[in-house]
Every structure is written in C-alpha cells, then in structure tokens.
C-alpha cells in the first residue's frame, strides 16, 4: 500500500498498474451506507463513475504513448483519477495527452446517445446543454434504458467539468497546451494557472454555498497545486522537451523552440545546436538528486501523503528512471 501510502493495487491492463486510493473504498462505503434503501442503485451509479474515470485516465496514457511518452501507474481516489502519463514537452504532445481523457468520454457518451434514440426514436436537446442537469431520456421504458441513460449523463458531466479552464484539470491543461505556442511556455502556465486558482476558490464558494464538501475540497486541492504550478513557471522550474527540472543557466536557456513541432522556420542552427547542452544537463541532473534526497526525507519524516503535487510526480518521475535503469540492466546481463 502507498498514496502512492494509502492505495492498494487492483490490477494491471496494457502496462499500466491501477490503484484505488483507501478514501476511495471509504467514501464509497459512506454513499452506500447514506443511501440507505436506495443501496442498489447508489452501488450501480458508483460502479459506473468509476470505471468511467478509470478510462477516461487510459484515455490519458494512451494518449501519452502516441506521442512517445509513457504511463505506467493510475490512482482513483475520491476527487477522481490521476494518470501518471509522462509526454514529450512540447505542445502538441500534451495537447493530444490531456485531449484523449475528454475524448473517452465523447465516444462513451455519443454510442450511448446513438443507442438510445435508435431504441426510442426521441431525443432530448439538453443533453447537449453543459450542466444542464438532464437525467432523463425521453420515451425510456426498459430498465436498460434507464440504466443507459445514467450512463450517458454521468460522461456529459464529466466531460463538461473536465473542460472547464481550471487548472490543472484538463480544461485548464489544454489552455495551457493552445496557449503555449503564441505566448510561451512559462507565460501560458502562469495564465492557465491563475485561472486554476480562481477556479478553485469559486467552486471552494460554490460548494459552501450548497453544502457540497466534495466540491469544497476539490476546490482547495485544484486551487494548491494550481498556486505550487504558477510558482513552478515563475521560477523558471518547467522547460520545453524536459518538464519539471532545475532552473537553466546561460544562453541555452533563452533558446524556444518554434511552432508545434520544432525549430521556427528561416532560423539558422549553430555550430554547436545544443551550446552549453552536457553542462547544463549534467547541473539539471545534480539539482535533481539533491531534490529527490530532500523528498525521500520529506517522506521519512512525515509520511507520503505530506508531498505536494509537484513532489509526488517528481518522485514518480524518479521511480520510473530508477525502473528503466533495472531493466536496461537486466537486459545487458541477458546479452552477457
């Protein structure tokens, strides 16, 4: 068990290890028990939202991996899911990364609409209205039907949610990724993680207002990791092509690449395309490992579950080199 302390592994599909959170099976535990009669259906709608999230996060790896990025770990907790996916830094890898989450949900929730007006012959226009609070389909007279019908409003309002601009849920993820290429790097995370905090705060006011606790904490947990990730890009501490690493030094560093794809066009190459590039991989590589001794103590003293985000996928960033480096090992042993 981990937070990565806290979570139990209930299997592993397609390379990806997928672990439910302890406050997962407690909350669960909590609606059921507070549905009271009502149990069965609570039991049906939660078995559907979880294992919508849980492809909605594969949508998320496989998305990474089509880029040439990687995914190894899903964790599903009770505000939701995290998909470990790493992708290339640049912005149409993340773009397609963050995109392919949502998709699911568009496919998920299209097959279902197709299938209910194909079983009813109606159609009702406030599925296609975001929030709308539509949970009924006109003309359903089959329990399928109904069923089906909780199916198809549970990934609108997932989809509608996840694509609101706050960072850094996926809304939030893709302004950065469109922003990225007019504005920058570092300028469209501070924009797309302003907008995070404020986000956070109205659905922190948004919650208290209705008494909705689980908005509450999403609103704080959203509005933290959004602050941690403007004083990240503030400081200079995320690169194109490298993520999360020590802050560059000397011209290299005010290098940007052009376009979604690579170098700006008509711009001339020096002789040397990476000037400076060994030493400052070899700094960034040295700040790194004192900042995962820092957290490793960090987790010593007080426990996983006191890291912040940027921490977490710091560490996570750490164990997964720590596991190529074995099996690269293994490999050359084989060879041997």
């Known amino acids: 068990m981990d937070f990565l302390n806290g979570a139990v592994s209930i299997g592993r599909w397609f390379d990806v290890t997928v672990r ?32 919508i999230v849980l492809l909605h996060e594969f949508g998320h790896c496989f998305g990474a991996r089509s880029v040439g990025g990687r995914a190894h770990d899903i964790l599903l907790w009770p505000l939701g899911g995290l998909a470990f996916a790493e992708a290339p830094m640049t912005p149409w890898a993340q773009f397609v990364t963050v995109a392919a989450g ?40 089959e329990v399928w039907q109904l069923y089906l019908t909780m199916f198809l409003a ?73 602050w941690q990730q403007y004083q990240a890009a503030r400081h200079g501490h995320i690169q194109e092509d490298f993520g999360y690493a020590a802050r560059t030094r000397g011209p290299a560093a005010r290098q940007r690449t052009g376009g979604w794809f690579g170098r700006r066009s008509g711009s001339s190459a020096p002789a040397n395309p990476n000037p400076g590039g060994w030493e400052r991989r070899t700094d960034e590589a040295a700040d790194f490992a004192v900042e995962v001794d820092r957290i490793l103590r960090k987790v010593h003293e007080h426990g996983i579950a006191s890291l912040s985000y940027i921490e977490r996928q710091k560490l996570e960033r750490h164990s997964a080199a720590l596991r190529e480096r074995e099996i690269e090992e293994r490999r050359l042993r084989n060879e041997t």
């Open 20 to 51: 439910i959170h302890i406050l997962f099976i407690l909350y669960a535990g909590f609606r059921l028990y507070s549905a009271g009669s009502d149990w069965r259906e609570e039991a049906i709608f939660i078995t559907m939202l979880f294992g």
């Open 102 to 141: 949502p998709a699911v949900n568009v496919v998920l929730a299209t097959g279902s609409a197709l299938v209910l007006f194909g079983s009813t012959g109606q159609f009702d226009p406030r599925f296609l209205i975001p929030f709308s609070g539509a949970w009924f389909w006109p003309g359903t007279t």
């Open 154 to 226: 549970i990934n609108l309002l997932l989809f509608w949610f996840n694509m609101l601009p706050v960072y850094p849920m996926d809304g939030g993820q893709l302004l950065r990724a469109i922003l990225w290429k007019p504005m920058g790097l570092q300028r469209a995370t501070m924009l797309a993680a302003q907008a995070g905090v404020v986000g956070g705060a109205g659905f922190v006011v948004y919650g208290i207002m209705n008494q909705f606790f689980m908005l509450i904490i999403l609103g704080l947990f959203g509005a933290s990791s959004a």
